[in-house]
């Protein structure tokens, strides 16, 4: 299921299968955009005007990017010595930034507001970030039609200092706030960061039980993700992986409802792919590097795309699907699925699918429908697979979802044939196998 989201992209992960286990996860995209977007680097920053707010953005930014090198006195020199909390929430977000390889901070405005006859200024600021990237998109507003950098909102209060020196005294909530733009998981909670060579997990503190095995399983995900990144152009500078509590995972970016859900990938402003785990469901051993590997999937093969237009229709979500979890479970063959018993019960129905192509998954879809979904979907990526080569399916791969050229054209283009002849054979394949 895709669907449009203005801010940032869900991809949603269930469990499956008729033991109530988590099964390989699934993860949807809402909404994506190009991750190798360029902008001026915050070195070359200069100061809006020669103002009072303009000499507090020029405070503020100076501490960003001290924090950014890595100079933990000059980030927290924003921070008053005689607030406690504010210094707190500073300090977390140091750790948190600097764990998850932060590689651009700055803090933005639109109409700065005046500053008081006290000294002090109150305002909403926005603050863009990049992880892990050699460059990173421009504030949005003031760039409209470009992409934008990630970016949280929260309200500053600073006051005067000294001269051209200010404090933050107060943080609170933006009046301007989207929900998914102010609860980060390292803005809302103190988090834990471990790195491994391709991957960086994070947890509260207080919840890294299990954070090695986290760690374990993702690295081993990696390898995988990124050889299936070559074969579709998208290689990832590294992957980030958030570990949920229940109550987080109804917080973190916007917070997820769904009971049915164990997993998801979020793309905030088009830029970065972050993974959010659901730790109380997200299964052990291979099930949980099943979870892991579903959503670099999909991070590899959608990142970095602007899938807004799915909001209304997504003719290529048996194919996003499919492929994800075809390379959730590689090379192991799709007979390997927990969800097998979903897929024969609905091939042996009267319900049969006429085509590999199914259409969108509803959104209200039961768990049942959404394993056979899924299941079917692995199948048809998996027959294609075994007919033409992995190398020609993520050529295919790459002109539907990355180039959103059509199923037909696609595969006279890839395969030389039309795709309904192929379509007739995988149908034939999947009864079969099952």
């Given at each position: 299921m895709v669907v449009a989201a203005v801010v940032v992209a869900v991809g949603v992960a269930v469990a499956g299968g008729p033991s109530e286990k988590p099964a390989p996860a699934r993860a949807v995209e809402h909404y994506s955009g190009p991750a190798g977007a360029t902008t001026t680097p915050s070195a070359a920053r200069t100061t809006r005007d020669n103002s009072p707010s303009g000499w507090v953005q020029e405070a503020l930014n100076k501490g960003a990017d001290a924090?950014?090198?890595?100079?933990?006195?000059?980030?927290?020199?924003?921070?008053?010595?005689?607030?406690?909390?504010?210094?707190a929430y500073f300090r977390d977000l140091y750790t948190s930034l600097r764990g998850l390889g932060v590689s651009h901070l700055e803090f933005q405005t639109l109409i700065p507001k005046p500053v008081n006859r006290e000294g002090t200024w109150e305002e909403d600021f926005y603050l863009l970030y990049c992880f892990s990237m050699s460059s990173c998109p421009g504030f949005k507003y003031l760039n409209p039609g470009k992409p934008g950098a990630p970016m949280i909102t929260h309200a500053l209060t600073l006051k005067k200092a000294g001269p051209g020196d200010y404090r933050v005294v107060k943080v609170g909530r933006a009046k301007m706030a989207r929900e998914n733009w102010s609860s980060t998981p390292w803005q809302v909670s103190s988090l834990k960061v471990l790195k491994?060579?391709?991957?960086?997990?994070?947890?509260?503190?207080?919840?890294?039980?299990?954070?090695?095995?986290?760690?374990a399983a993702a690295e081993r995900a990696a390898v995988g993700a990124d050889r299936y990144a070559?074969?579709?152009?998208?290689?990832?500078?590294?992957?980030?992986?958030?570990?949920?509590?229940?109550?987080?995972?109804?917080?973190?970016?916007g917070g997820h409802s769904g009971d049915w859900a164990i997993g998801y990938t979020t793309f905030p402003q088009d830029v970065l792919s972050e993974i959010v785990?659901?730790?109380?469901?997200?299964?052990?051993?291979?099930?949980?590097?099943?979870?892991?590997?579903?959503?670099?999937?999909?991070?590899?093969?959608?990142?970095?795309?602007?899938?807004?237009?799915?909001?209304?229709?997504n003719p290529a979500m048996w194919l996003q699907e499919g492929v994800a979890e075809y390379i959730a479970y590689a090379p192991r063959p799709a007979r390997s699925t927990t969800r097998l018993p979903e897929v024969r019960r609905a091939l042996t129905g009267g319900d049969r699918p006429s085509s590999i192509v199914l259409g969108q998954l509803k959104d209200n879809a039961s768990r049942n429908e959404s394993s056979v979904y899924y299941g079917l979907s692995h199948f048809a990526v998996d027959c294609l697979a075994k007919k033409f080569g992995e190398k020609k399916l993520f050529a295919f791969v790459t002109e539907v979802l990355r180039k959103n050229d059509g199923v037909d054209d696609s595969s006279v283009k890839?395969?030389?044939?039309?795709?309904?002849?192929?379509?007739?054979?995988?149908?034939?394949?999947?009864r079969q196998q099952v």
């Open positions: 924090l950014v090198k890595g100079d933990e006195a000059g980030w927290m020199a924003l921070a008053d010595p005689g607030k406690p909390q504010v210094r491994g060579k391709r991957v960086a997990v994070a947890a509260s503190v207080g919840n890294t039980r299990r954070s090695k095995e986290v760690l070559g074969l579709v152009g998208n290689p990832q500078t590294r992957y980030r992986v958030y570990m949920a509590t229940d109550k987080e995972w109804r917080t973190w970016f785990l659901r730790m109380s469901r997200a299964g052990s051993g291979r099930s949980l590097e099943n979870l892991i590997r579903h959503e670099m999937g999909h991070a590899v093969t959608l990142g970095g795309l602007q899938l807004g237009y799915q909001s209304i229709a890839v395969f030389g044939t039309p795709f309904r002849p192929i379509d007739q054979a995988c149908r034939t394949w999947i």
